[in-house]
């Protein structure tokens, strides 16, 4: 298989197990910490397994990746989707933000990824680009289509993002709030 897997494509339960292991060691431990040898025997299968399922660990990575935004764009927008249009759902993408790390000690993903991978041509980096652009995207969106707002809104998530975790920031989340406040408010 390619770096252009089908995230379409049903797994087999194999693959599953494959999936789900190397998305927790490549959270947990980080991506070029974590060997094949590892995943297989956590998923409970063999490396040729992996190999036939997948093709290569950067395809997995990639996958990993993939997946992971989609669950993260599907929590976002389910979470907003519950906020009456406006400033508030402007608003409610820290909110959401706040919950998705509480339960995400290593923070945000894509910035560990992109700070293995970031550089190369490692089929996962579009992939982190990807989200990135879609999280910006969301902003734009929210904010009626108005690009420069939705740029700025993203900013202030994306560096609140880093300093939570990365910056030992408990509070940079809130106080990107207050900042996104009076930017539309302002």
Known sequence: MSADFDLDQRLTPAGERLLAAAAELFYRRGIRAVGVDLIADVAGTTKKTLYDRFGSKDTLVALYLRRRAQRWQAFVRAYVEGVPPGRDRLLAVFDALAEWLAEQDRGCAFVNAHAEIGGTDHPGVPVIRAEKAATRALFAELADGTE???????????????????????????HARRAATRLLDG
Do not use: F, H, K, S
Not at 156 to 169: F, I, K, M, R, W
């Open 148 to 174: 420069e707002l939705g740029a700025q809104l993203y900013l202030l998530y994306e560096g609140a993002n880093v300093a939570v975790t990365a910056g030992g920031q408990p509070d940079a989340i809130a």
